[in-house]
Every structure is written in structure tokens, then in C-alpha cells.
């Protein structure tokens, strides 16, 4: 089994940045593509950012093109977030995924395991 850990969210102004963590442990964490998604209240769970393990492939969602980037650090079993220039509509719970297929995957089913999420509330 593979555990995920998200860590920094918080509530910031519009415009501010915030960096997500998300470490992984438990079985080992070789060829595993990761995502980051968000789901707001009341709405469906919604892509953000994928990356392959080894090869450094990254996917965005067109809402975040350009402000967020993601990347890892495989010797910390670690992958990131960086959000700049939030948004309102950045608010959300966001999550860490990882697929053992190494996919850098853009939907839900996609991955295999989850963590528990980091909230992330941006104020206008």
C-alpha cells in the first residue's frame, strides 16, 4: 500500500501564493505517475496537474496553465504544487493521487491511491 500526505493549504488573499505538499510512503515509490485534483462544494471532483515519475511529463488543467506548477523531488518521495496568482475559484479541498502505472492521468479513475486532502481557501 502507498500512504499520501497533503500538507499546505490555508486561507490566503487573491493574488497570494501557497505551496501543496504531498508525501508518500509504505510500498516502494518507483514509476508512479502523480496528480494533484480539487473538488469544490457541491461540484465534481476536477483535474489540476499530473507528472510522471522519472520522466518529468506535466500535464495542467487549462484553469491553472500558467500559475501553478507541479513537480517532485524523488528522493524525498515528495511532489509539490505551486500555486501563484490564486484565485476565488482556486478555493477547494485538494488532492494528491498516485496510479502505479506511471500515467500521467487527468481523471480520477486514473489513480489508484488518495490522500485524505488539504484544504485551500482563497478570499477576494
Known amino acids: 500500500q502507498v500512504q499520501l500526505v497533503e500538507s499546505g493549504g490555508g486561507l490566503v488573499q487573491a493574488g497570494a501564493s501557497l505551496r501543496l505538499s504531498c508525501a508518500a510512503s509504505?510500498?516502494?515509490?518507483?514509476?508512479?505517475?502523480m496528480g494533484w485534483f480539487r473538488q469544490a462544494p457541491g461540484k465534481e471532483r476536477e483535474f489540476v496537474a499530473a507528472?510522471?515519475?522519472?520522466?518529468?511529463?506535466?500535464y495542467y488543467a487549462d484553469s491553472v496553465k500558467g500559475r501553478f506548477t507541479i513537480s517532485k523531488d524523488s528522493a524525498k518521495n515528495t511532489v509539490y504544487l505551486q500555486m501563484n496568482s490564486l484565485k476565488a475559484e482556486d478555493t477547494a479541498v485538494y488532492y494528491c493521487a498516485a496510479n502505479m502505472l506511471n500515467v500521467v492521468g487527468q481523471t480520477p479513475n486514473e489513480y489508484d491511491y488518495w490522500g485524505q486532502g488539504t484544504q485551500v481557501t482563497v478570499s477576494s
Open positions: 509504505g510500498r516502494t515509490f518507483s514509476r508512479y505517475g
Open positions: 507528472i510522471s515519475w522519472y520522466g518529468g511529463t506535466t
